[in-house]
């Protein structure tokens, strides 16, 4: 591998870091509310699906037993 000196290497860390698009406060807060709505969906979603295998699983057991 070719050895860059440590100026060239900040010139192509800079040149990089130039290129990159940073997301709009509105972008980031939209993000952040999908997110959070997203993640309280799937918590009730998971706690519904949980309940009713644990209702099932108990009605099994107490079947068998």
Request: net charge positive.
């Amino acid at each position: 591998m070719a050895k860059v000196n440590p100026a060239a290497f900040i010139a192509q860390v800079r040149a990089e870091g130039a290129k990159v698009i940073w997301p709009t406060r509105k972008e980031t807060t939209l993000t952040t509310v999908m997110v959070f709505l997203l993640s309280t969906l799937f918590t009730i979603f998971f706690f519904f699906v949980d309940s009713i295998l644990s209702w099932l699983v108990q009605a099994f057991l107490s079947i068998t037993l």
